[in-house]
């Protein structure tokens, strides 16, 4: 695999250098920033600019990998065991530095320190890692959950949890697919609350968890939504703009309704029945503005943004991935969640169904209207999801050749316009 990340580049998991630097801390940030992230690759004796394979002499090559074998156990803190070999490439020796995902985190340099020593990398680059990352890492790091830890500061009544368990219990209903399924929910009570970390107990005493006070919107944590419509494909021109605070259900409720009421709809027909359709499926853009709910950062003070321009639906959600989350493995089903507490609450709402399962759900509803799949970006800092529209009005025609349309008619069901959804069509 060596000839083939030399011929990519330095990325976010290569890197190269032309020699040994003189002071180690030059290529010590990065290997922190490896141990921090996902792994990586530090290989010596290549020119990064150029890519040109320089290596080095028999005779200098074992003294430089004991230097560096001793850098790396003298300058980070948890210990950071690295494999360290040689490659051949045209007849030249490099040297292989590869440093693993680390479970011990947040790693660091130890002269700089916990506060100024821990890096990270973002976008193929070594950087100092901000105070909420620092946070995210420990948090990874001791196995807990930011959303089980908690809300300092805010005290709450038993009327407050009454009511928090009296509206899950709405919610669960409300979302149920079935009427079996809504005669099968039960009671939700102040223990169970407690079993998934929503309620804290101390002497004999209910206090609030951060997942408490995100699911209540009570305003100790600041979350909110935050949609917008652009003219064109940039941020540069709004043409419309909204924040929704409160419970978190209903920030969901109302950001998901703003973007229907900003798509266009089509229709579809099959042989002289017609359906009506939205140009991208709504089953899709509920679960991918949920999945965003569960499984952001709220260590991050940003906030989900829901962002239509004329050509896609784009949703941002504050932080970098989970420890052991990848782009691809997200594709293919593998959950690892970053708040548990809220994942509960949300299984038992029936917002969410199967831990894992949304995302490909999500892919197989686009494709299955004839979209191209969803585009994911990032997770460094934030996960962006893209979804191309369908274009009705433009020269990307729905899959059955939709046309545009204001009138209401039969609809296929994972794209059909319910009577209460407040949608409406608009040409943003």
Not at 121 to 148: C, H, I, P
């Amino acid at each position: 695999m060596i000839i083939e990340e030399i011929l990519a580049g330095e990325s976010k998991n290569v890197e190269f250098k032309e020699n040994l630097p003189e002071k180690s801390i030059k290529y010590m940030k990065s290997v922190v920033a490896f141990a921090n992230g996902s792994g990586g690759k530090i290989i010596f004796g290549i020119i990064d600019k150029t890519r040109e394979v320089i290596g080095f002499g028999k005779e200098e090559v074992f003294k430089i990998m004991d230097a560096i074998a001793n850098a790396v156990s003298d300058s980070c803190e948890p210990a950071i065991i690295p494999d360290i070999t040689l490659q051949t490439i045209d007849g030249k020796t490099v040297i292989v530095l590869e440093v693993s995902a680390g479970r011990q985190r947040p790693y660091y340099i130890k002269s700089l320190g916990k506060e100024t020593g821990v890096y990270v990398r973002v976008a193929g680059t070594t950087r100092l890692a901000d105070e909420y990352m620092v946070k995210e890492l420990m948090f990874e790091g001791s196995n807990r959950y930011f959303d089980q830890t908690l809300c300092t500061g805010w005290s709450i009544t038993d009327e407050d949890i009454d009511t928090l368990c009296k509206a899950m219990k709405e919610q669960a209903v409300k979302n149920a697919h079935s009427d079996e399924q809504k005669i099968s929910i039960k009671d939700v009570g102040r223990q169970q609350l407690r079993s998934w970390g929503i309620l804290i107990e101390r002497d004999g005493k209910d206090y609030p968890s951060n997942a408490y006070a995100i699911l209540t919107g009570c305003g100790a944590l600041n979350v909110a939504m935050q949609c917008g419509v652009f003219k064109g494909t940039t941020k540069e021109v709004f043409v419309d703009r909204r924040q929704y605070d409160g419970p978190i259900w209903e920030q969901i409720e109302q950001a998901y309704q703003f973007v229907l009421r900003n798509i266009h709809m089509g229709a579809t027909f099959e042989g002289i029945y017609r359906q009506d359709v939205y140009e991208i499926p709504p089953d899709a853009i509920r679960e991918l503005i949920i999945n965003a709910a569960v499984h952001r950062s709220y260590l991050d003070h940003g906030n989900i943004q829901i962002a239509i321009y004329d050509d896609r639906l784009e949703i941002t959600s504050p932080g970098k991935i989970p420890m052991g989350q990848t782009l691809e493995r997200m594709k293919e089903g593998y959950s690892q969640i970053r708040n548990e507490a809220l994942a509960y609450a949300f299984s038992y709402m029936n917002l969410i169904e199967h831990w894992g399962s949304g995302i490909p759900r999500i892919i197989g509803r686009v494709k299955a209207l004839g979209l191209a799949e969803p585009e994911f970006i990032g997770g460094e800092v934030d996960l962006r999801i893209n979804i191309y529209r369908g274009q009705i009005n433009g020269t990307n025609s729905l899959k059955h050749s939709a046309t545009d349309t204001k009138t209401a008619g039969k609809l296929p069901e994972n794209c059909r316009k319910t009577a209460d959804d407040g949608a409406r069509t608009e040409n943003s």
